[in-house]
């Protein structure tokens, strides 16, 4: 089997790093960070956000909750004042089932 390059994960993301990511303006995230209370990317003395892989999880289920299963702003905040354990349960289940779903499209490219 080919050596494999591991994923190197970033202790912190910059605000253009998770635009790019989400394909999305930086000002989606900037509205979201002050309508979710669970999002709460670190900020230098300039200003500059850092986001740390907790707020990239809890991008994930906003965006989850808000693109794919159509929750309004007020809905979400709602659904993860009271279901905030499940809610990150559940978006492991789907990051472990989209892994393992690339790691399948590989295998099948390969044959």
Do not use: C, H, W
């Amino acid at each position: 089997m080919p050596y494999k390059e591991r994923d190197i994960s970033k202790l912190y993301y910059t605000m253009g790093e998770v635009s790019a990511m989400f394909e999305v303006n930086q000002s989606l995230l900037r509205f979201y960070e002050k309508e979710f209370d669970i999002l709460q990317p670190k900020k230098n003395k300039k200003g500059n956000r850092y986001f740390t892989p907790e707020d990239i999880e809890n991008l994930k289920i906003i965006f989850n909750l808000i693109n794919e299963k159509g929750y309004t702003l007020q809905g979400a905040k709602d659904y993860l004042r009271e279901n905030l354990g499940v809610t990150k349960d559940n978006q492991a289940v789907i990051n472990s089932l989209e892994t393992l779903k690339q790691f399948l499209l590989e295998v099948r490219d390969q044959m």
